[in-house]
């Protein structure tokens, strides 16, 4: 089966500027998450969502990060304006179910340069 | 709060070594528990998960619950197990995963 998709690869910007990143999961994986990997530290969820709803977001720094999952497939996380500290790999992956426990499925990751 | 710790950073060992990779979690309630793993250029992925009592590649992990350890084994380390490990204990109404900082095992030859 295909595996999550994630575009662009990397992306350096300045700070106060915008970006967006794009996820595809796997064809009927109802969850999707986005992680925030920072350098020497382990993946931190910033968003989970089931189909189209949010599940999770308690660590999105909402003034700042968005996301959306239209149509319930694909996904979009948002940074604006962006900061030094967003420097980091952006994860997303999916799994079939949420309510148990599931095996997550990763994407490659964007890696995040905030110049 | 919830925490997961892995507390050493790196392990350097000789192909044929056995090696232990620590993950010490504090959770309320009975989590979950996963290794995931991520190899030199390839995404991270599932190494095994506690439920499906399974050996994965030579690897166990053990959960200790009187410890709260989940420590991952191998008795014979080959050098294409050199990677990061996660320790991941998820729990709560939507499964929240919730990752160590990793460790490195670097196996030589």
């Known amino acids: 089966e295909a595996g999550v998709a994630q575009s662009p690869r990397y992306k350096i910007i300045e700070k106060r500027q915008s970006v967006a990143f794009w996820c595809n999961p796997i064809?009927?994986?109802?969850?999707l998450y986005w992680y925030q990997q920072i350098l020497g530290q382990g993946p931190k969820l910033l968003i989970q969502f089931q189909n189209n709803g949010v599940v999770d977001d308690s660590q999105l720094p909402k003034d700042r990060f968005s996301a959306e999952r239209l149509k319930g497939v694909d996904s979009t996380l948002k940074i604006q304006p962006a900061k030094l500290e967003d420097s980091a790999v952006y994860l997303c992956?999916?799994?079939?179910?949420?309510?148990?426990?599931?095996?997550?499925?990763f994407g490659p990751g964007t890696r995040l340069t905030v110049l | 709060a919830q925490r997961v710790t892995q507390p050493e950073k790196l392990l350097s060992v000789f192909k044929g070594a056995p090696v232990e990779l620590k993950c010490n979690y504090s959770?309320?309630?009975?989590?979950?528990l996963f290794w995931y793993v991520q190899y030199s250029r390839q995404r991270l992925q599932l190494l095994l998960r506690?439920?499906s009592r399974e050996s994965i590649k030579g690897f166990t992990a053990d959960l200790n619950k009187g410890e709260t350890s989940f420590h991952l084994k191998k008795p014979f380390a080959q050098e294409e197990d050199s990677a990061m490990y996660y320790c991941?204990?998820?729990?709560?109404?939507?499964?929240?995963?919730?990752f160590g900082k990793g460790i490195t095992l670097s196996v030589r030859p």
């Open positions: 506690h439920i």
């Open positions: 991941a204990p998820q729990s709560g109404a939507n499964s929240k995963l919730t």
């Open positions: 064809s009927g994986h109802a969850t």
């Open positions: 992956a999916s799994s079939f179910a949420s309510n148990h426990p599931d095996t997550q499925y």
């Open positions: 959770y309320s309630g009975s989590p979950e």
